[in-house]
């Protein structure tokens, strides 16, 4: 396979273009060409799409020896071949590409924040930001200052310098001969592969979005181009679906919300806690109505279909084991899950009874003299389990 010329190297704007090919893989699958306007995956940037004489490029890969490999949906054959470029999607990632050289020049100039990764996805792109916390305060400065760099149209450019020349970059270039470097009018100077857009309005809106921990640093979630007039229209028409929910102006929407967010919170605490009173007044009322079993104690088992063996359960099976000679299983079908309480005055200790029978089983779990939960590998197992505990 031989070297590519690569046309948007020169000419990110070219949609379609002329090449011979090279090779074809035995398959037709993977195509070599001359040359080509079709970008492989490389940088953070995702690959071009497209046609080769009409057949759908998937994938473009970057070769060891310098060539790009087309990798195509049914097979190709040789001789001369015309590639046209998914242009909506170039672009895209043009204005996505852009504006990340803007940003993180901007995150350097204004707080030191250096970029140290970039990923650049379909719906979304990122920076990696080598800082340990970047505040709201930083993102909206820093997304002022960007988008008034794409209200000036500050050109950008491409040329071609040696590496031992090139002075003024944003990050030193770990190659050497000759460098690509994009630059923006009085902004950025960076040595880069990718595909750009002509000047700064062509971006169009930046918008900063979600931040996260990651590592030592932070990454940062931008929008730009497109991107961001859809993602502004989707949020803005949830934001008025919520409005009128609440039957308010925009603007309220998130001091309602939060105001209704707590008093779910604490709806739920009185919830649970009327529930754990309920659960032990239940308790006692199960014991009393409960006959004595030939063991000479009070035993109650409660079956459920489904569902934790949460707090609730648990208060209801202390309230009953309150009691004296009573003992409580409780067992859920899905996930199978078995607990056990006693009473102190049984002799029992629930945590050495369940145990082993537990790990007979399958199971898992233990407990303490007066209580034991654990969980099991299959439904039949509980009745197995209730049976071994003699109870």
């Given at each position: 396979m ?19 090919v ?5 398959d ?5 060409l001359d040359?080509?306007a ?11 799409l497209?046609?080769l ?6 994938e ?17 054959a040789?001789?001369?071949?015309t ?12 204005q ?6 803007l ?6 100039a ?13 719906t979304?792109s990122t920076?990696?930001l080598?800082t340990a916390?970047?505040?709201?305060d930083h ?10 760099a ?5 050109p ?6 040696d590496?031992?020349?090139?002075a ?5 270039a ?8 994009v630059?923006?009018d ?21 918008v900063?979005r ?5 590592r ?11 991107r ?10 949830a ?44 308790g ?7 006959a ?10 409660d079956e459920?279909?489904s ?24 067992t ?26 537990l ?14 939960q654990g969980s ?10 209730i ?5």
């Amino acid at each position: 396979m031989g070297v590519t010329a690569r046309l948007y190297y020169t000419d990110s704007y070219l949609k379609q273009f002329d090449a011979g090919v090279v090779s074809v893989s035995e398959d037709g699958l993977r195509a070599v060409l001359d040359r080509t306007a079709f970008y492989p995956a490389s940088g953070g940037q995702l690959h071009d799409l497209g046609t080769l004489d009409g057949i759908r490029v998937i994938e473009v890969v970057e070769g060891e020896d310098g060539s790009i490999v087309h990798v195509l949906e049914t097979p190709l054959a040789g001789g001369r071949v015309t590639g046209e470029i998914d242009w909506e999607r170039r672009f895209d990632f043009m204005q996505q590409h852009s504006g990340q050289h803007l940003l993180s020049a901007v995150f350097e100039a204004m707080y030191g924040f250096k970029t140290v990764s970039v990923h650049m996805g379909e719906t979304s792109s990122t920076v990696e930001l080598e800082t340990a916390a970047v505040t709201r305060d930083h993102l909206r400065a820093v997304e002022e200052s960007a988008n008034r760099a794409v209200f000036e149209n500050r050109p950008i450019t491409v040329g071609f310098e040696d590496a031992a020349e090139a002075a003024g970059l944003r990050k030193a270039a770990e190659r050497t001969g000759d460098l690509r470097i994009v630059s923006i009018d009085g902004c950025d100077r960076s040595a880069c592969g990718g595909t750009h857009v002509r000047a700064t309005g062509e971006i169009g809106p930046v918008v900063l979005r979600r931040l996260d921990k990651i590592r030592a640093n932070v990454r940062v979630e931008f929008l730009c181009g497109r991107r961001a007039m859809r993602r502004a229209r989707l949020d803005y028409e949830a934001l008025d679906a919520a409005a009128r929910v609440f039957n308010a102006q925009l603007d309220d929407v998130p001091a309602l919300a939060a105001s209704v967010a707590g008093q779910v919170k604490e709806a739920g605490k009185e919830r649970r806690k009327l529930g754990l009173e309920l659960a032990g007044l239940r308790g006692r009322q199960l014991w009393e109505s409960q006959a004595v079993s030939p063991t000479g104690r009070r035993v109650y088992i409660d079956e459920r279909a489904s569902g934790a063996l949460d707090d609730e359960v648990r208060a209801l099976a202390l309230s009953f084991t309150a009691q004296p000679g009573a003992a409580y299983i409780a067992t859920s079908l899905d996930p199978p899950a078995a607990l056990l309480a006693v009473s102190e005055d049984t002799g029992l200790h629930a945590g050495n009874l369940m145990k082993p029978l537990l790990s007979e089983l399958g199971g898992r779990g233990g407990g303490n003299n007066r209580t034991a939960q654990g969980s099991l590998p299959a439904k039949d197992a509980l009745a197995a389990l209730i049976a071994k505990l003699g109870l």
